[in-house]
């Protein structure tokens, strides 16, 4: 009963954008330290962002850094990966996670199933 769900991903051209949503179900989110993390093809599994329970701290990957932001709402117990300007090296199954005491630590307790983006034109 205790779930985060991805949603929001999909086909986009270069230089599009898609916004991904990560809601909490079970459990209060604002307890949580979240990650997004990505997993390409034939590549293993990669942190993207990191963001702390109050949202006070932030963290990105440096391949996307400038183009990708990350928030949350914790009222709606809800999270978010904004990303801009999308490049084809940008597709993945991107995953949601959450862990209430490690922050950014690439081991968070709580997964998502995944949502596929994919970056083409």
């Known amino acids: 009963q205790l779930q985060l769900v991805e949603s929001g991903g999909g086909l986009v051209q270069p230089g599009g954008s898609l916004r991904l949503s990560c809601a909490a179900s079970g459990f209060t989110l604002d307890y949580y330290n979240i990650g997004w993390f990505r997993q390409a093809p034939g590549k293993e599994r990669e942190g993207v962002s990191c963001?702390?329970?109050?949202?006070?701290?932030?963290n990105y990957a440096d391949s996307v850094k400038g183009r990708f932001t990350i928030s949350r709402d914790n009222a709606k117990n809800t999270a978010y990966l904004q990303m801009n300007s999308l490049k084809p090296e940008d597709t993945a199954i991107y995953y949601c996670a959450a862990d209430r005491y490690a922050y950014c630590s690439g081991k968070p307790s709580r997964w998502g199933q995944g949502t596929q983006v994919t970056v083409s034109s």
């Open positions: 963001i702390s329970r109050s949202g006070g701290i932030t």
